[in-house]
């Protein structure tokens, strides 16, 4: 139920495209072609009915709210974008006592541009994801990518994280002390580890929060999210869930039926009314099928960094030795085999991430671990300096306030082992003991809670998406939640590998705008396969090379980082010893004797240390040079590709544009 990546590059390679064509290129968006009974172009014109004037339903309890949005410049360092606007909204931290204490909850907007026609809400996942973050980082790409310039987007930070009233239990060392905790503990110093990684932190919950943790939970932010429209002065919201994203989406409209005007729910999650073994096993049995579809691939693609004959027994072996014996990195810290094992987890989420992780493990073999650390961290949400985002102790509060909490097993013993044959490595050292502590976590946090029971009765229409080979939220939950979204849902089902398809399937995102633009749901029993990898321009291949600059580089990390992936995008990395100022000025002396000419665009990408440019024939042929210096990589946003950069390099992005 964690986070996907963020398009951190891909709204403005859109824009440039647009730029492009300005000058004369003719540009295009290529859709998947597939099968007679795929979707090729986008969504069927089945229009939902309407839903102009919402409905007066006893279960929709509108969440009035005297207090409207004061919006203005946002002072966040991430929200580097002036065109963004911030704003906070104090909520009850109970709606039961609306007079008593509040929290005042982080918003980021994406404003409209023209007619404004609404607002859509963007929740990204977790539980304990923070909107703001995203929206801040990749709003402008979702805005493009699903056309809705018309509408507001706004992300927000839900109660309980980060700048909404972040939950910390526990300290940012305890966190760092007890991130990657030997499961298989060989020496008193390593259960003890273990035993306090549980017990402390639930401890530090109770005594700084008490009885409050039952308020951090889907309902009451679904309240919240009611607030939020009723300041924004809409009488309805449309709304963008990605994965615990599409439960919070489910629930919202559960209790307020007649306020919705369209939902997109992608990579759904729906944990009501699983039994025990359904609980423990659904993600396990899937991240598992995850890694045996990546050993294939590398298998298959002499270009991976960890190929072998045999890739399982490679990362078993690999695995042993970590446990036995880990690994220090540059900043003193160990590296262990949970390291390791967090760290595939987390690259199984997208496939993008398949050739990282080949090269982070490779790169263990080898002693450095700095590939598996950058992984795993991006993934627990540590930062480089050794403090957290909230996610790491959210995340376990808001399951457990929802009633998302795992069901106890009968017979432990029995389900333990069945766990460790079903998923060998993603269940490998799972007990009898881990599986009843995980349900006491909850218990012993807010007590026994009743989750909400998903049913929606109104109008506006909803998408629904699930996929195939999604490890983290299996398609037999989206199949269960369609059926509790009524009559003007649908199930999008989607082929390909990963888990979050917005922005990474054009059919799956045509969909997910048309609804949200138009009102529109596709036909029943739509699916879409993977999109095809861009391929090379025919003109690529001659342009120039400036002295100084190498031939094409494999940088996965820095790639990743840069959140456009090739099914999006066709780029080559290369890398020079010049600054980045003077890499573009050596590519653009060089483009313009090969019959360029520099046009103004909007960057790219932000930050310090990059350059760029952008050129066009005036026909065909449009491209771009980003240039991201040694400094470029200290930024937060690119700080997971620094694995990639040796000391001192420049690297020089090549981006066709069609």
């Not at 402008?140 to 309980?160: C, E, H, K, N």
């Not at 025919?538 to 120039?544: H, I, M, Q, S, V």
Request: charged share 20%; proline share 7%; with cysteine.
């Amino acid at each position: 139920m964690r986070l996907g990546s963020r398009p951190l590059a891909l709204a403005a390679i859109l824009a440039l495209a647009a730029c492009g064509t300005s000058a004369g290129v003719h540009t295009k968006r290529a859709d998947p072609i597939d099968g007679s009974t795929t979707a090729t172009s986008g969504p069927s014109e089945t229009t939902a009915p309407g839903d102009s004037t919402p409905s007066t339903d006893p279960t929709d309890t509108t969440i009035a709210s005297a207090d409207t949005l004061d919006w203005g410049p946002c002072d966040d360092p991430i929200a580097q974008d002036p065109s963004l606007e911030c704003a906070t909204l104090p909520v009850p931290l109970d709606y039961d006592d609306p007079t008593g204490d509040s929290i005042d909850l982080a918003l980021i907007k994406v404003p409209a541009s023209g007619d404004r026609t609404g607002a859509v809400l963007y929740n990204p996942g977790g539980p304990g994801g923070s909107g703001f973050d995203y929206v801040a980082a990749g709003g402008t790409a979702y805005v493009q990518g699903l056309d809705i310039t018309s509408m507001d987007l706004i992300g927000f930070d839900p109660r309980g994280v980060d700048r909404s009233g972040g939950l910390h239990c526990v300290s940012d060392q305890f966190q760092d002390q007890h991130l990657y905790i030997d499961e298989t503990p060989d020496t008193p110093e390593e259960q003890t580890l273990k035993d306090e990684a549980l017990s402390g932190f639930v401890d530090g919950c109770k005594q700084k929060y008490g009885d409050t943790l039952r308020f951090y939970s889907t309902a009451n932010t679904a309240r919240d999210m009611d607030a939020i429209r009723g300041a924004l002065g809409d009488d309805q919201i449309s709304y963008l869930g990605i994965s615990y994203g599409t439960y919070l989406g489910a629930t919202y409209a559960t209790m307020f039926p007649a306020r919705v005007r369209a939902m997109v729910l992608d990579s759904v999650v729906e944990t009501n009314g699983d039994t025990a073994q359904q609980a423990f096993e659904t993600q396990a049995v899937g991240f598992e099928g995850a890694f045996n579809n990546w050993a294939a691939w590398c298998k298959a693609h002499t270009t991976c960094a960890f190929t072998s004959d045999d890739i399982s027994a490679r990362w078993d072996t690999l695995d042993a030795q970590l446990d036995a014996t880990p690994i220090a990195g540059g900043d003193g810290r160990l590296a262990n085999n949970a390291t390791m094992e967090t760290a595939t987890q987390a690259a199984l989420y997208s496939e993008s991430e398949w050739p990282v992780l080949a090269q982070a493990l490779a790169q263990a073999e080898t002693g450095n671990p700095a590939g598996i650390f950058s992984i795993a961290d991006s993934y627990n949400g540590r930062k480089a300096d050794g403090t957290f985002n909230t996610l790491f102790q959210s995340f376990p509060i808001i399951t457990c306030a929802s009633g998302m909490g795992e069901p106890r097993p009968d017979d432990p013993e029995a389900l333990a082992a069945t766990l460790r044959a079903e998923a060998p490595r993603f269940a490998r050292n799972v007990t009898a003991k881990d599986l009843t502590d995980q349900v006491d976590e909850c218990t012993q946090l807010v007590g026994d809670v009743k989750p909400v029971a998903l049913s929606y009765t109104g109008d506006g229409p909803v998408v629904l998406v699930g996929g195939t080979n999604d490890p983290a939220t299996p398609i037999r939950w989206a199949k269960k939640m369609v059926a509790e979204m009524g009559p003007h849902a649908r199930l999008v089902t989607y082929t390909g590998e990963g888990h979050g398809q917005l922005l990474a399937s054009n059919c799956v995102t045509n969909i997910e705008g048309d609804v949200l633009r138009n009102l529109k749901l596709p036909a029943a029993d739509m699916v879409c396969n993977s999109d095809p990898v861009i391929a090379e321009p025919a003109w690529w291949a001659a342009l120039p090379v400036p002295t100084g600059i190498s031939g094409v580089v494999d940088l996965p990390a820095v790639l990743s980082a840069l959140g456009a992936p090739p099914t999006q995008v066709f780029g080559q990395m290369r890398t020079t010893s010049l600054s980045a100022d003077d890499a573009v000025a050596a590519y653009t002396a060089a483009l313009t004797g090969a019959g360029f000419q520099k046009f103004d665009a909007p960057p790219i990408l932000p930050g310090d240390d990059i350059a760029q440019g952008a050129y066009s024939d005036g026909r065909d042929r449009t491209m771009a040079v980003i240039a991201m210096g040694p400094k470029a990589f200290d930024d937060e946003a690119l700080q997971s590709a620094k694995v990639d950069v040796p000391p001192d390099t420049t690297v020089v992005w090549l981006i066709a544009v069609s």
